[in-house]
């Protein structure tokens, strides 16, 4: 097989272009960054900036997984950040925030155990997520319109949760998820590793992703063809606030707190942009996993190089947007047509005069 035809495979294949982009931000990184690729081993855990970026990318990436499946079917759900909200608060006002001082000995002071506290926090979530599936997929309110409801209403839920107060946690335990450290690694890298892997064999091992694609394709179609087409938008939806909910008490943990106001604030428009960045179409149909985790990587990586390189708070986000910009006409098929036939077209016309001066 020759170079252009391996060239051929690689530019088809879905993972190209967000692969692309993820080694660009690394390169740049490799030369304008100081120590951006150092990693070091402290009491047996691995520190580095890489390491610090999969770590702050978790929450992000658990967003994308349920995002992906979401867009998939051509809906959109922008609540997840205020569901991140309410996990926090929900997780955080359980578990208790409070230090009492027994015979001058430190007593934490918890209302349930912490066990309970989590899954009381996800069986919240994933019922705000089937509140969006409900007024979608058997009212027929439009996605966005619907989850937008959540998104507005949430942070009410989550500031009525916690009274309007930020409230601390001091139990040790519950710290370890989202800064705790296993084999060496973020503990938080295993909680997405599991998640992604269990999505990953639903959606590639079973009939489920083809039912989800086929509903993002033609829901239409797919409804004559068998497929219950409410019961599986209703299901991924369900599945997003359940990923929204993981993620919160990640969030909640790595600060120790929960902030019912700016907890997964805007949080939703990088899930949107992750999933888009890993090649996955808004208008639904095929879908890539891998891709939006790598979109999620990009983000990330793009927001620690801007902090890294010591760009003023004031113009972050424009520069992120610009960079974004960037990477999205990348990948961008008739940008690259344009661009790509225009140098194509000047090698062609060279090698023509080359031809005909020999």
Not at 26 to 53: Q, R
Not at 80 to 85: C, E, F, L, Y
Request: some cysteine.
């Amino acid at each position: 097989m020759d170079i252009k035809n391996i060239w051929n495979r690689l530019k088809s294949s879905q993972l190209c272009w967000p692969l692309a982009a993820l080694c660009i931000v690394l390169l740049f990184n490799l030369f304008f960054t100081k120590d951006f690729f150092s990693i070091e081993i402290k009491d047996g855990h691995l520190y580095g900036v890489t390491i610090d970026i999969l770590n702050r990318a978790t929450p992000l990436m658990l967003l994308a997984i349920g995002m992906t499946l979401v867009i998939a079917t051509k809906g959109i759900d922008i609540s997840v950040g205020s569901v991140i909200a309410i996990s926090g608060a929900v997780a955080a006002s359980l578990i208790g925030g409070k230090l009492e001082y027994v015979d001058g000995v430190q007593k934490l002071v918890t209302l349930v155990p912490m066990p309970v506290a989590i899954l009381v926090a996800l069986l919240a979530t994933t019922l705000l997520g089937m509140w969006n599936g409900l007024l979608i997929s058997r009212v027929g309110i439009q996605p966005i319109v619907a989850t937008l409801i959540l998104l507005v209403a949430g942070r009410g839920i989550a500031q009525l949760i916690t009274q309007g107060q930020i409230i601390t946690i001091y139990y040790k335990p519950f710290q370890y998820i989202g800064t705790g450290y296993l084999l060496g690694l973020p503990f938080s890298l295993f909680i997405v590793a599991v998640v992604f892997a269990v999505t990953l064999y639903a959606v590639r091992k079973t009939a489920l992703g083809m039912f989800i694609e086929s509903i993002g394709i033609n829901p239409v179609a797919s409804k004559f063809a068998g497929i219950s087409v409410s019961k599986y938008i209703f299901s991924v939806y369900a599945f997003s606030g359940l990923c929204a909910g993981i993620a919160g008490l990640i969030i909640c943990s790595n600060v120790s707190s929960a902030d019912g106001n700016n907890a997964g604030l805007f949080i939703e428009l990088d899930a949107i942009l992750a999933v888009s960045l890993g090649g996955n179409s808004l208008d639904g149909g095929r879908f890539s996993l891998v891709g939006s985790l790598i979109g999620a990587l990009v983000i990330q990586s793009i927001t620690t190089t801007i902090y890294a390189i010591g760009v003023p708070p004031e113009i972050t986000l424009v520069v992120k947007s610009v960079v974004v910009i960037l990477i999205c006409l990348l990948q961008s098929a008739n940008f690259r047509k344009i661009v790509f036939a225009k140098w194509a077209h000047k090698g062609g016309i060279s090698d023509e005069k080359n031809t005909a001066k020999l």
